[in-house]
């Protein structure tokens, strides 16, 4: 994939940002203050520089978990359940890693993590190959299932010691990732993220995996005749989708929080949603993809300081650019005869090239 | 305490009714509305805005079913004419609008600290009919949008099942190719019912502001358009399915306040699992959509 074929998101994020400034305009709201405030919160300093990095992190292992389903036109829209299932499995077993040397717990909690993100994609890729149940509606209820025994774990089960507030213990210490960089959070999260992408980029475009999910998302029908095992690549597929949010849990467990409370993800795996269209899909531009993304998140609060507007704001850029760009590959979808992303369905299975 | 608990089941239904009797149209016709969170979030909002500037319900009634309205509208260009992927439109809606009302919510009433308020719909006692035992209450001293809720379900039933403009919007659904050579214009079609499901998902929205609540958190419809959609599944697309299934749920969540009031260290938050768990099994046992419409959820672009 060339640069340019990034050229319509950049265009799509251009384009959300003009619509945003007419309508801060039109509300009596300074434009320009807004943009510098959230500029500001963003990269103003080496510390704010370094907390967007930290705020991408759960960004990228999302948006790779997106983009790894929906090139299989999979349409996983529970990374955020899948997340917090990694987070929840993650913040469950920290507390009892004390006695465990420090790599060894980091290693478990991780892996544990991916495990949880795993098993939750596992159940709507099993529902989806052997029950012909729609990804779309399961990854949502699971969604919604995974917030509330999230809340539950950490009122009842999982609650801290003395039972005062409805969070988990904190992890034990030589379970935490180090932060190398203190004072700033940055730590070896982004780093895993990063070389994660480097794999799912191979993982997608240069091996046999990669090609036959491709291959499924174009066009099942076809994949079917020529022998693909469809209901192999489907579970398989939404089993390491899941486990790549999971895994983005489990480092903000283990790096960030230490421990688990109500309403964890801010929505991460809905805004990797954004994150991954606007990488077009491919693994390698999810990190900067991300990283403009985490410094939206960032500079937010600085913006609604300076500027007066709810960081909220935000989320309408993220929802304005998904919209537009899939305006725009729909345009272009009709001139190519097909589009990336569209015409498509929510059950692939009537798909065809 | 069991008259409490009747009433409350049925308040509780009476939003998710609203909106899931609209799925259940748009999706007859052949389209899949994940966005029906974000309609009954911006005719919450809408709601608000309209009875706290104005202090009338109709006017507040009426513009929460335009913001709906207006909302589904971008979602039927966005889905029927330049047929983008319909999923990922609906998260985008859901998303826009949690972002419009969150920035709307501080530009029109600043933030004061203060919780917001406003009047609330009143209920609409049936005369003789409250006296009832039990029922009475329950059943008779409702907010009218229940009562609409109710009669909306006869109605949508009867319509799509026994009348001919039924049978064309399921001809949309099940074959839109087919139902496009039989001369029926099925974007009208499918414009139509995303427009009926604004409505019905505004007046949802407007319902969880004006009866329940009296005032508008962001977030404030909690997933319940995600109970909708999953309404219509369990209910296996037919209006009184769907009636029935919002009353269980209902029930549960009702039950939910009651026993809170009553058990402590109840794990509540698991009975607000329940419906999607419910769901997920429900799917699981249908194996599939069997009683889906057949072009659900994929796009159709006329020649």
Not at chain 1, 320 to 348: E, H, K, N
Not at chain 2, 175 to 203: C, D, K, Q
Request: hydrophobic residues 60%.
């Amino acid at each position: 994939m060339s640069a340019r074929a990034l050229l319509p998101s950049l265009a799509a994020l251009l384009l959300a940002a003009l619509l945003v400034a007419v309508t801060l305009l039109l509300l009596g709201v300074s434009p320009t203050r807004a943009a510098t405030g959230l500029l500001d919160g963003a990269f103003g300093s080496p510390l704010a520089i370094t907390d967007t990095l930290v705020k991408a992190t759960p960004l990228i292992f999302c948006g790779l978990a997106v983009a790894l389903a929906f090139e299989g036109a999979l349409w996983n829209i529970g990374a955020d359940g899948q997340l917090i299932a990694g987070a929840v499995a993650a913040g469950g077993i920290g507390p009892r890693l004390a006695s465990w040397p420090h790599p060894l717990a980091v290693s478990a909690l991780l892996l544990v993590g991916a495990l949880g993100g795993g098993a939750w994609g596992w159940i709507a890729g099993w529902l989806r190959a052997r029950r012909n149940v729609s990804e779309v509606i399961s990854t949502i209820m699971l969604n919604y299932s995974a917030a509330q025994i999230l809340a539950w774990a950490v009122h009842g089960p999982l609650i801290e010691a003395s039972r005062a507030f409805p969070e988990s213990s904190a992890i034990a210490a030589s379970a935490r990732l180090q932060l190398y960089f203190a004072p700033s959070r940055l730590n070896l999260g982004m780093a895993l993220a990063a070389v994660l992408s480097g794999l799912a980029y191979l993982y997608l475009y240069r091996s046999a995996w990669g090609f036959a999910l491709r291959a499924i998302g174009r066009s099942p029908r076809a994949a079917t005749f020529h022998g693909l095992a469809t209901t192999r690549v489907i579970i398989t597929t939404l089993v390491l989708s899941g486990a790549l949010a999971g895994l983005g849990g489990a480092v903000q467990v283990t790096a960030i929080t230490h421990r688990l409370y109500e309403a964890f993800s801010p929505g991460w795996g809905y805004e990797a949603i954004a994150v991954a269209l606007v990488a077009r899909l491919n693994p390698l531009a999810i990190v900067p993809s991300a990283i403009f993304f985490g410094a939206l998140d960032n500079g937010a609060q600085a913006m609604q300081r300076a500027a007066g507007v709810s960081a909220v704001l935000v989320q309408v850029i993220e929802a304005l650019v998904i919209i537009i760009l899939l305006a725009f590959d729909s345009a272009a979808g009709r001139r190519l005869g097909r589009g990336l992303l569209s015409p498509a369905t929510p059950d692939s299975a009537e798909v065809d090239a | 305490m069991l008259e409490s608990f009747l009433a409350s089941t049925i308040a509780m239904a009476t939003p998710i009714l609203l909106a899931a009797l609209g799925e259940l149209v748009v999706e007859q016709s052949g389209v899949i509305n994940i966005g029906i969170e974000g309609a009954m979030l911006s005719g919450a909002f809408a709601a608000l805005v309209a009875v706290y500037f104005s202090g009338g319900m109709i006017c507040g009634l009426v513009v929460a079913a335009a913001a709906a309205l207006a909302v589904n509208a971008l979602l039927a260009v966005l889905v029927i004419n330049i047929a983008v992927n319909q999923v990922v439109a609906g998260t985008a809606l859901n998303l826009l609008v949690a972002g419009i009302t969150g920035v709307a919510y501080r530009e029109v009433f600043g933030v004061t600290g203060r919780a917001l308020t406003v009047r609330a719909l009143a209920p609409l006692p049936l005369g003789p009919l409250t006296r009832i035992p039990l029922l009475g209450p329950a059943l008779f001293d409702q907010s009218p949008l229940a009562y609409l809720a109710l009669l909306l379900t006869a109605i949508v039933g009867y319509a799509i099942a026994r009348t001919r403009a039924g049978l064309r919007l399921r001809a949309c659904g099940e074959h839109p190719e087919a139902a496009a050579a039989l001369g029926i214009n099925v974007y009208r079609m499918r414009w139509t019912a995303l427009l009926f499901a604004g409505v019905l998902s505004g007046l949802g929205g407007a319902y969880l502001t004006l009866v329940y609540t009296n005032t508008f958190v962001e977030g404030i419809t909690g997933g319940r358009g995600f109970v909708a959609l999953a309404l219509v599944i369990i209910g296996r697309w037919r209006a009184w399915g769907i009636a029935a299934a919002a009353l269980l749920f209902g029930a549960a969540m009702a039950l939910q306040f009651t026993l809170q009031a009553t058990v402590t260290n109840l794990p509540y938050q698991l009975f607000l699992a329940l419906p999607y768990l419910l769901t997920l099994l429900v799917l699981a046992l249908m194996s599939g959509q069997a009683a889906a419409p057949s072009a659900l959820g994929r796009s159709y672009l006329r020649e």
